[in-house]
């Protein structure tokens, strides 16, 4: 008898889409002293930019929402 898979969704769904939000997040959050430490010109500098690019260009697919770092500040 053969086992049966488990059927595979297309799409996340809500809570694992605000999960996924809120773990890229936290990472983006871990990589920013990592940045104030190298210099701009630095290979491993540019490497962690692709990677917090990597991580914004996910959640702007799966959420369709804009980062939270990359949102516009205002202040009152």
């Not at 008898?1 to 996924?20: A, F, G, V, W, Y």
């Not at 939000?21 to 430490?37: E, N, Q, S």
């Amino acid at each position: 008898m053969m086992t049966k898979r488990h059927k595979r969704k297309p799409e996340l769904t809500s809570s694992q889409i605000d999960d996924l939000v809120a773990r890229t997040t936290a990472l983006h959050k871990d990589l920013i002293p990592l940045l104030c430490d190298l210099k701009p010109q630095g290979q491993h500098y540019n490497a962690v930019v692709d990677l917090s690019d990597a991580l914004a260009r996910t959640i702007r697919n799966v959420s369709g929402d804009e980062p939270k770092w990359m949102q516009p500040r205002i202040s009152r």
